[in-house]
């Protein structure tokens, strides 16, 4: 059997799923492209129906991104099938993939639908899908807490309607890497034609199993794994991209199997996606948490220094973590700046780089040297300003408790200034904002840490507001942690008051979030 197993990332559509994970166009594009880098070999760009917006975002990802195939979410209905197709037809090698569940407990509470009306809407779904676009997966819904016979009969009617991917998803996490395989080798032993069509895992993580079902799911014949970066989805998140990958290579004693995945860009994709959400990534995550490759115990660090591989696995530098992270300093030249950006995965247009070389030397005033992490802050605020509604002056604060705060605000070319006492500087600062903007959020979460190592490190604030109790991320960056927390705050109002746009209230939830 072929060992080539193909990457489909889906952090655009499930992943952004994720509670304060949204990202707007331009945000959407800069993953994908950095994905197109990571040698994936589909995104899943969105759920067009779900909204206008999501349609415009999968369309322009399709538009741009040649190198992967673009996929596109339909449930296995008419309009969101022809809204699908719409989106991508732009794209180099399309995939339109539509789903329908397939468990009893989804079909008569959720469908309200017999098993014989699904597979006839399954079946009628591809068709229609397949007249239209040259690939299509179908998806059966929930597929480890259901039939197995059914799912045969299902996926039979999928294959003789054309479908050329399916896939068996762990929709609510619920399966053990035992059923996992055998639920694949069941299917694919069951149906005819099998060897024509690729069968594919999709993964959640509640239970902390979707890496380890993923891998069963290969075993059991599977030759697609979907999955998202960071692990970020749905409830407890998917597949982990960078984990599976990690696994395949590191035990290919054990997983013989290939991706087209460069790895040394498994840490730049990381960063960007939580520089981009706000969704920081856990210090234990494994392969890009922060402490993945830190040895602390005095017995470890023996170990190494006299040779890695006794407490190492795999090597920091074949996912892309440099071992020198020191970058630059102020007396770094333009060219130089430029260069590093490039292999961070940043590509700048000379206009950015002379905006970024400001920035730049103003911070190595500040901190004598500069680190990857500096580097990212600053591309990302970079980035964040062009869209930004709102965007911080200054802030001023003084005394503890009870706080004053005096903010200064841009908007356009109008600057807005007011002051107000709260509890803690912090707290009046927000309050400052609210009073300027008119509209308030809950601060949900707030944490501080150094972004990068010393004594003048950039304080990295991270916030989750609630705003209309919906959560919006934030994250801001500087030398000074009172305005890093604001600029923090600013940007999870500047991204509820971008989703609002000019109604005045935010729409209902996507469409997906009912629909799945
Ligand atoms: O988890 C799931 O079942 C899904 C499908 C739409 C593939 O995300
Ligand atoms: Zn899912």
Redesign the pocket.
Known sequence: MNNRVEIFD?TLR?GEQSPGASMDDRQKIEIALQLERLGVDIIEAGFPIASEQEFESVRRVAKTVKGPRIAA?ARAVRPDIERAAQAIEKANRPVL?T?IATSAIHMEHKLKMTPDQVVENAAGAVTLAKGLIGRVEF?C??STRSDLNFLIRVSQAAIDAGADVI?L?D?VGYTTPDEMEKMFRTVIGGVKNAAHVVFST?N?NDLGLAVANALAALRGGARQI?CTINGIG?RAGNTALDEVVMAIKTRHDVHPYETGIVSTELMNTSKLLSNVTGLVVPHNKPIVGRNAFAHEAGIHQHGMIANHSTYEIMTPESIGRSKSELVLGKHSGRAGLAKRCEELGFKLASDEISQLYEKFIQLADRKKEIFDDDLRVLLMSMHDASFEVYQLDQVLTSGRNPSMAMVQLRKGGETLVDTAIGDGPVDAAIKAIERIVGCSGTLDEFSIRAATPGRDALGEANVIVLFERRPFTGTGATTDIIEAAVLAYLNALNKYLALKGDKGRLAEPKEQLKG?
């Open positions: 889906t499930d979410l993939h789903f998806s819904e929930d896939n998803p929709t999709h959640h979907e749905e799945i």
